[in-house]
């Protein structure tokens, strides 16, 4: 579904990425992980069009996405949610959800003026997908309510249903679960494993917290100062010393296997703030 080839991003002598590449198959659940100021977001940046690469190519089904412009991106069914959440607070959850299906409308600026039947139909329709939507995530309750003063894991899944009302087929997640509780990070990665199975998605996931990546991702990209330095099973990139000396600083090049295997079940250990 998605191929990623050389891609380089720079920021003025900051080299954000530095030849980054990796495929994901359809259907696949992919974890991009690595330290902060890694290159994560950026590269999410760039399959969404925010960024433009100074070089190198994404495919997306086939088609070069580095051609496609930034407003048309929603419309090839990509979504995507943010590290910060990118909610309206003065909008209800409901047209928060409802703002993600943008694209999806027909109605024109002269027959939705006039409210045409056409276009009240296409309203009826898309506020029925949004109420799915907040059904299935457990949101019905707070639909009416405003974005602001919700609980921030409330709102972790407003945004999932924004983006899943969008109809996307690839769904790239920026740390779902940074800030939430244990029991929190645990219910979000079972909704997760269901709905990617339901909508027939394929997802990445950017994450520090490596109990929840390591949990449900199949395969592992890590990033580290812009450069891929592992992919692989979760198994296998968990005990990579390069992985490991990312996050934790030490030259393992000097440690003993056994070591090594010690700290890198200890980094991959599931906590409340994850790593």
């Not at 590449?21 to 991009?32: A, K, S, T, Y």
């Not at 009416?144 to 003063?149: D, E, I, K, R, Y």
């Not at 939430?180 to 994450?207: H, K, M, N, Q």
Request: proline residues 4%; contains cysteine; negative net charge.
């Amino acid at each position: 579904m998605l191929e990623v080839h050389d891609l380089t991003v720079r920021f003025g002598g900051i080299t954000a990425l530095d030849g980054v590449g990796f495929d994901v198959g359809r259907g696949e659940m992919v974890g991009l992980i690595g330290p902060n100021g890694a290159g994560k977001t950026t590269l999410f940046n760039c399959l969404t069009r925010r960024y433009d690469a100074d070089s190198g190519t994404v495919t997306y089904e086939g088609r070069d996405l580095t051609a496609v412009p930034p407003h048309a991106i929603a419309e090839l069914g990509i979504a995507r949610t943010f590290q910060n959440l990118g909610l309206f607070p003065r909008l209800s959850v409901r047209d928060n959800v409802l703002v993600g299906a943008h694209h999806r409308g027909r109605a024109g600026f002269l027959s939705a003026g006039l409210r045409l039947p056409g276009v009240r139909r296409e309203e009826r329709a898309l506020h029925a997908d949004a109420d799915a939507v907040l059904d299935r995530l457990g949101l019905t309750g707070v639909s009416g309510h405003l974005a602001t003063g919700l609980p921030f894991g409330t709102l972790k899944r407003v945004e999932l249903a924004r983006a899943l009302i969008g109809r996307p087929r690839l769904l790239l997640l920026d740390e779902p679960v940074n800030g939430l509780s244990a029991s929190e990070v645990d219910e979000f990665a079972g909704t997760l494993g269901a709905i990617r199975s339901e909508y027939d998605l394929t997802v990445i996931v950017v994450e520090h917290h490596m109990g929840f990546v390591m949990g449900i991702c199949e395969r592992i990209v890590c990033l580290d100062f812009g450069r891929k330095i592992a992919e692989g099973p979760p198994g296998e990139v968990q005990r990579d010393p390069g992985v490991i000396e990312a996050y934790l600083g030490t030259a393992v090049s000097e440690r003993s296997e056994r070591t090594i295997e010690h700290s890198s079940s200890e980094l991959m250990r599931p906590t409340q703030e994850g790593v």
